[in-house]
């Protein structure tokens, strides 16, 4: 067995703010020698960086990156490459380990690998929002950047029509405005235009904002790449200010009594 020359950390630094990194993100960022990222997460945690080497880059330098932090690792640094929410949900985990893959790695040879998971844009926006996803829901990304949209299309209808919660990922920016406009035809299409819909920027950041609403509504809200919406189901509903999702309890226990133990 070859002896392992670096180790690359797959850092995810949740929504952006100190507090929901876990201590193991924080650990292995602090172990790290070099820091690559794309620019902006490089920013939400440069406090927390001190004097290490940092590499950023721009949007759709994935690869890049990631051959950077593979090649830096093999060459006997520990590297921690971050991803905002979590490293493997739309993160860099994948494409981190494509490149790996391709370049002959196998977890027996050559770098150490770790994937330390952390809070997704789909769990933080939730909290903030109350709690829409205590029962069955799904994530699905509208940019059509990597996937072709008549997919997207196909799992946004099939998405729609099963009830599920649906968290909307990459929903709008300068240029790509017709996708989220898309899905709400298809929602409109399936549900009642009354469904509660959260939409959330900028969570846990500076420019946090929680707006509750609903299908027909949801479009004259602000909606930009730092935007997740979540798109309640037939149950969900919106009470105090809260957007709540039934797990189903209350159909098999005595709610009543549990209101007189509280």
């Not at 001190?50 to 990156?65: A, F, N, P, Y």
């Not at 789909?122 to 069955?136: F, N, R, V, Y």
């Given at each position: 067995m070859a002896e392992l020359s670096g180790k690359l950390y797959l850092v995810s630094t949740g929504p952006g703010n100190e507090n929901y990194l876990t201590p193991r993100a924080l650990a292995a960022i602090a172990e790290a020698e070099v820091v690559v990222g794309y620019k902006t997460y490089l920013n939400l945690v440069k406090d927390m960086l001190?004097?290490?080497?940092?590499?950023?880059?721009?949007?759709?330098?994935?690869?890049?990156?990631c051959g950077t932090a593979c090649k830096l690792a093999m060459d006997g640094k520990k590297v921690a490459l971050i991803s905002s929410g979590d490293v493997?949900?739309?993160?860099?985990?994948?494409?981190a380990y494509e490149v790996l893959l391709h370049s002959g790695w196998t977890p027996q040879s050559g770098i150490e690998v770790e994937v330390i998971?952390?809070?997704?844009?789909?769990?933080?926006?939730?909290?903030?929002?109350?709690?829409?996803?205590?029962?069955?829901f799904c994530a699905?990304?509208?940019?059509?950047?990597?996937?072709?949209?008549?997919?997207?299309?196909?799992?946004?209808i099939a998405a729609a029509k099963a009830d599920f919660v649906i968290a909307l990922y990459n929903p709008k920016s300068g240029k790509r405005t017709q996708q989220i406009i898309e899905a709400q035809k298809i929602f409109l299409s399936c549900r009642n235009p009354l469904t509660p819909v959260a939409v959330v920027n900028a969570a846990y950041r500076e420019?946090?904002?929680?707006?509750?609403?609903?299908?027909?509504?949801m479009n004259n809200q602000k909606i930009g790449m730092q935007t997740t919406l979540i798109v309640g189901n037939s149950q969900t509903f919106i009470k105090a200010n809260t957007m709540i999702t039934p797990r189903g309890y209350t159909d098999k226990y005595d709610i009543d009594e549990a209101v007189k133990l509280s």
């Open positions: 001190g004097d290490k080497e940092i590499i950023g880059s721009g949007m759709r330098q994935e690869l890049e990156r493997g949900i739309y993160g860099m985990a994948g494409p998971p952390g809070v997704t844009a789909l769990s933080a926006c939730a909290s903030l929002a109350g709690a829409p996803l205590t029962h069955d699905i990304s509208l940019s059509d950047l990597m996937t072709p949209w008549s997919v997207i299309e196909k799992r946004l420019k946090e904002q929680l707006t509750l609403t609903n299908i027909a509504d």
